[in-house]
Each structure stands twice: as structure tokens, then as C-alpha cells.
């Protein structure tokens, strides 16, 4: 069974900070481009951020860009995404999802052009 978990997330206050996690259990997240997108009620989902099989390129929205950062660990087989300053309108679930291949896609804010996708995990950010 192939599996992309996801963990982290929660309820932060504004300018908090908190991690995401994304594994892939029985098969090797390395040969693939990862992103993690994120869709708010009654909002369409968005891309967020996306990083390349082994980790040299990675690209951001503009609204996270400073604020966000995507890592990956291949030899454990998962993706990070730090969360940093967050807002109110940061408040969504948030979902990894990764494209066969290690480099980053061309239309890598597609939704569309991942395969595999985590089964989300809510960031909620208030006062």
C-alpha cells in the first residue's frame, strides 16, 4: 500500500510558528517532487510551496514567500513545511501531494499535476 502521511499541524495564535510532516510509507519519496497546497472554506485549493526530488529547487506563493519553508529528507523518506508568522488567512487544511520525477515540474502550482496526495491536516490560526 502506498501512503503519503501527513502530521503536524494544530491551533496557533498569530505570529506562531508550526511544522508539517509528509512520509511516504512502502515506496521512495526521493524520486519525486513534492508540494504541499492548502484549501480554505468556500476557497478554491492553492499551491503553496514545492521542492524537487533531492532538494535544490524549491519555489513559494507570493503570500508565504519569507514566511514559509519546504524541506525534505530523503533518507527518511519526508517532506517539512515550517510555517513561520502566520496569519489568520493561513487558516486551512493543508495537503502534500508528489509528482513522479525529481525535478520540478513545469506547472509545478498545478493541482492537477500530482499524483499522490496526503490526507490533509488542519492549520487553524486565531487569537
Known amino acids: 500500500q502506498f501512503e503519503l502521511v501527513q502530521s503536524g499541524g494544530g491551533s496557533v495564535q498569530p505570529g506562531g510558528s508550526l511544522r508539517l510532516s509528509c512520509v511516504a510509507r512502502g515506496w521512495t519519496l526521493s524520486r519525486y517532487a513534492v508540494a504541499w497546497f492548502r484549501q480554505a472554506p468556500g476557497k478554491e485549493r492553492e499551491g503553496v510551496a514545492y521542492?524537487?526530488?533531492?532538494?535544490?529547487?524549491?519555489n513559494y506563493a507570493d503570500p508565504v514567500k519569507g514566511r514559509f519553508s519546504i524541506s525534505r529528507d530523503n533518507g527518511a523518506n519526508t517532506v517539512y513545511l515550517d510555517l513561520n508568522s502566520l496569519k489568520p488567512e493561513d487558516t486551512a487544511v493543508y495537503l502534500c501531494?508528489?509528482?513522479?520525477?525529481?525535478?520540478?515540474?513545469?506547472?509545478?502550482?498545478?493541482?492537477?499535476?500530482?499524483?499522490?496526495w496526503g490526507q490533509g491536516t488542519q492549520v487553524t490560526v486565531s487569537s
Open positions: 501531494a508528489a509528482r513522479w520525477g525529481t525535478h520540478m515540474p513545469t506547472y509545478y502550482s498545478d493541482a492537477a499535476e500530482y499524483e499522490r
Open positions: 521542492i524537487d526530488g533531492d532538494g535544490a529547487e524549491t
